[in-house]
């Protein structure tokens, strides 16, 4: 460690900062003004980078390096104009929640486009005309390109600011931010200014993407990786700050700079490998931000937010008839092993449904009733699976105990994560989950020792007499069928009572006696318990457990199942749970553009029938019984 590394390093981190910054500052204008958290705008950012190699290939000899460089950001500006006009501005008015499932589906659509136009292999772009050398500083040689790309972060925030101070348009942006629905009673088309703020901001991160060609490859991998490090230096800014978007880019990238510099240091005869913490410092500091000042560094207070919940008609008495109909479709569940085949793939698959129900149902027991959004709902699912196998692994413990035992971590992370989480609402307690579960993940990936590393735990395997035939399946089945019925009881519990209480109104709810902050406690421990076992009956179903169990796009896939079937319905995590494992397993197994027709299809889903496949079934069914009331 001396000070010339550590300057390298910290021109490094200087160049990461500005293209993280350029994406961020996209991503928080988009937010400010049309309230949708973008989970697409990590597609943004690679297809600035493939649009720019194909660009730079085609049309460099004729225009040059940099004018068709320049032409991606604006191609994929252009892009988002499209997709704001023609899917966005149709949900602006939905929830949340919906707004992510449609941004999330648009993740999986544009991933398989660059497939099919670039191919899955990493494309490298050619070295920038006259910034291809090298300086020197202090003896060492530091890229001229990462220099130029330093001085592309401060002067983008110059323009920014500029454009929002001292132009009309920007005036009405800032005002949007501020209050949206008084710029539309002054007469403002609130409509336009909407389709150019998007605009904007995938130009932005285009332009972060284009700007990286000469610095690493495009990849398909980008969206997601891009999307996590955004939200984190977004909320740590300040929602639809652009200042405080460029002080967390630049507080980030250095943190990582300098646990680069420091490498292996023994902390009190202890090896401690700071490079390691690369994976997981930005949302430590995300974490520590939110729990210190939620609104981020230089954001604005916000009121807290909770969904308001409509009306829950399928949690409220189903009745001798639903609950015939419930065990009969268990009963059917039980039996169709023996007329489909116990050794045959739809039992592997029935017995996956059933594991994600049951995940799904623990999710949307805070999600629905309770009115909290969870981003890292995974974090459970993965504690839950990682102690069984390591009860197994390490304690040789049968299956039996570890399913009993397992679960409890789970159970025990969601009391710590939850004390800090139900301090929180909306997108800041969503992101805090988030920054939770990126946490653990990074925790289960790094620990060889214990967890196996980035091979994760093998060998997980059910005793003889579960692995044979059906037994594992009716094993899961019957569990799951406990935990979700185990959740039903509670809804209809004083717990659940005033959980839907301190959603609805939490004022209302400390006002009659109900200790808000302890209630959603309680039930985030429950909801993870419930996950943790999901995750044990995981861990023993595919003989292991790797991090991609704690990863976020476990998170969002128990979301997305929650959304399709419908978050007001008990019945709607269940369906949810059944169409998007059957949907994700046929379509993967149909065509190598799996993710396209997966997300089209959610696609379809969230245009025509916005409250679930549950919710579209009870409504019909009320519509249908009214018209023969009319008739008769």
Known sequence: MDFSGLLAQLLNGLAGASTLFLVAAGLSLIFGVTRIVNFAHGSFYMLGLFAAYSCVEQLAGAIGFW?????????????????????LRRIYHASELLQLLATFALVLVI????????????????????????????????????????????????????????????????AATQDREMVGALGVNQAWLFTGVFALGALLAGL??????????????LDMLTIGAAFVVVVVGGMGSIPGAFVAALLIAELKAVCIWLGVVQVGGVAVAFPKLTLVVEFLVMALVLVWRPWGLMGRPQAAVRAPGAPEALLHGA????????????????????????EGYATVLLTDVA????????LHFILGPGGMHSFGHAAYFGLGAYGAALLVRWLDLPMGAALLLGPLAA???????????????????????????????????????????????????????????????WLALALAAAGV??????????????LRAARDSAPRAEAIGIHVRRVQWAAFVVAGLLAGLAGALFAFSKGGVAPDALWVGKSVD???????????QLAGPLVGAAAFTWLHDSVARATDYWRALLGGTMLVLVLLFPQGISGFAQYWQAKTALKKGVAA
């Open 355 to 362: 594991i994600a129900a049951l995940f799904a149902a623990s």
């Open 208 to 221: 972060g993407g284009a700007l990286q060609l000469p610095r690493e490859p495009a990849s398909l991998e």
């Open 411 to 473: 159970a025990a992370g969601a009391l710590v994560y939850g004390w800090f989480c139900v301090r929180l609402s909306g997108v800041y307690l969503a992101m805090l989950t988030l920054a939770f579960a990126q946490i653990t993940w990074a925790v289960a990936f790094q620990w060889d020792g214990l967890t196996g590393g980035s091979n994760g735990l093998t060998g997980i395997w059910p005793p003889e007499w579960a692995a044979q035939g059906a037994a594992f399946y």
């Open 485 to 498: 019925y185990l959740l039903r009881r509670m809804l209809f519990a004083p717990l659940g009572w005033a």
């Open 319 to 342: 009745g001798a008839r639903a609950a015939a109909a419930w065990a009969a479709l268990l009963v059917a569940l039980a039996l169709l092993p023996l007329a489909a085949g116990q």
């Open 67 to 87: 004018p068709a460089l320049l032409l991606a950001p604006l191609a994929v500006g252009l892009l988002g104009a499209l997709v704001e006009l023609l899917l």
């Open 111 to 174: 991933k398989d486009a660059a497939l099919w136009l670039w191919g899955p292999e990493e494309l490298f772009g050619p070295r920038a005309p006259g910034l291809a050398g090298a300086v020197d500083l202090l003896g060492r040689r530091f890229p001229a390109y990462d220099l130029f790309l330093i001085a592309v972060g401060p002067l983008v925030l110059v323009l920014l600011t500029l454009l929002l101070t001292r132009t009309r348009w920007g005036t009405l942006v800032r």
């Open 558 to 568: 128990g979301l997305v199942m929650v959304l399709l079937g419908g978050v007001q």
